[in-house]
């Protein structure tokens, strides 16, 4: 399996809606399509009418997964929803979510977005005290610890289970009769609260999960708070204070959709800012400025407008392809960005062009675009990112490359220029980011992948954490 776009992945987009009016199944359907971008590789949905609970999982996109039929159930009031992308855990059925389980309490199911950096060591605690996991998921440390809890009621249990988690998290959770949503005290993913004028609640990564169903956003969750909604409403519970703010900068840089609003941040206006200070920045003049689509066509028109350059449609990409492609031959792996992208001849042929795209990981994909519209007659290719370089892997929800095979790592600016053969090369620098960000806060923002500052203490850092580590665990 191989990836085309060669891109940092999210892990997952969570949703979840509480209504007496709707169907929310269906609600929670077109919520997960809606937030489809945060994850191709597995989506579920589990509902409740208060007394039973169903989950309904897959492997695929959301209209894969639920081709025939959306999970039905009479009476069905609560819903939550997940769309992964692995960052703990291979890409299996076993690991799919929402998690189901039921306890001495009832029942409970649970959808996450993130990476806890001390599940290894909560893991092996449980395992010790006789704890059977069914996943090798992080996410399923959560559903043990609630259903372990001695507290009296399912907010008490979530909030002493969330006080000994550590890293990055955003939560779904359904019981019988109460919807639940949380997110780490750092908030280094989205989460946000919307409502329909009938009354439905919603919780969406994103608020474009709330645009699909006609919902208004009322506010974001807040890092370190817990929402629990049912029908009283929605009350709101603290369980961390004074922790440092850490959101995830690759979520105006890539992670997101362009039409969410992140903490108070159009991440439209971000991407957009970032052309205007690369083109500040780099200087570069050409005829043309064309975008790696589609994660780089903000920035490319921010670009254009502040440089006066026009802005054209440069590349091509097909769209009926997934993220990932099998290709069991060389020949297919010599083709894969071809099958991909493509160039526009009758725009490119003669043209001196600056191509932006928003990061560099290994720089074998970008090397392969720059070959593609030289031989499409591109007189000169200037490439300008709108990211500083990427130099150390993150632990916090991203599935990165170990630091070796990151290309800015071992490679400078000038090198990585050279192996991708581009004429010139900017990568936008992290003032320039930072300045990028004109509705949020820049220095609550986690820029670890960037400079190592990694937003956890000594003796928590979760360096040489291993995607499969549970199931090498488990093998050995």
Known sequence: MYDIDNKW??????????????????MTYLGLYALQHRGQESAGIAITDGAWMDVSRGMGLVNEVFRHQLPHMDGQYIAIGHVRYSTTGSSLLANTQ????????????????????????????????????????????FVNLIARSRKETIEGKVMESLRKIKGAYCLT????????????????????????????????????????????????????????????????????????????????????????????????????????ILARES???????????????????????????????????????????????????????KLKLNPIRAVVEGKSVILVDDSIVRGTTSGKIVRMLRHAGAKEVHMCISSPPIGYPCFYGIDTSIRKELIAATKTVEEIRQYIEADSLHFLSLE??????THANPESMCYACFNSAYPVAKGESPAGKNKYVFEQRKKG
Not at 117 to 130: K, V, Y
Not at 238 to 256: D, R, T, V, W
Not at 432 to 437: E, V
Request: aromatic content about 10%.
């Open 9 to 26: 992945k999210e892990e997952c987009g969570v949703y979840g809606v509480y209504s007496r009016n709707e169907n929310v199944s269906e």
């Open 283 to 337: 200087g570069f003049k050409g005829d043309i400025v064309i975008s790696v689509p589609d994660s780089g066509n903000t920035a490319a028109s921010g670009y254009a407008f502040e440089s006066g350059i026009p802005y054209m449609e440069g590349l091509i990409k097909n769209r009926y392809i997934g993220r990932t492609f099998i290709q069991p031959t060389q020949k297919m792996r010599d083709t894969a960005v």
């Open 432 to 437: 320039g980011l930072k300045q990028s960000l």
């Open 98 to 141: 929402p998690l189901m389980v039921n306890y001495s309490g009832g029942k409970i199911a649970l959808a996450h977005n993130g990476n806890l950096t001390n599940a290894e060591e909560i893991r092996h605690g449980l395992e010790e005290q006789g704890t059977i996991f069914q996943t090798t998921i992080d996410s399923e440390v």
């Open 173 to 276: 959770i359904m019981t019988e009769d109460k919807l639940i949503g949380a997110r780490d005290p750092q908030g280094f993913r989205p989460l946000c609260l919307g409502k329909q004028d009938n009354g439905t609640w919603i919780l969406s990564s994103e608020t474009c999960g709330l645009d699909v169903v006609g919902a208004d956003f009322v506010r974001d969750v807040e890092p370190g708070e817990m929402v629990v909604i049912d029908d009283s409403g929605v009350k709101s519970y603290k369980f961390a204070f004074g922790q440092k703010l850490a959101s995830c900068i690759f979520e105006y840089i890539y992670f997101a959709r362009p039409d969410s609003v992140i903490d108070g941040q159009s991440v439209h206006e971000a991407r957009f800012m970032m052309g205007r």
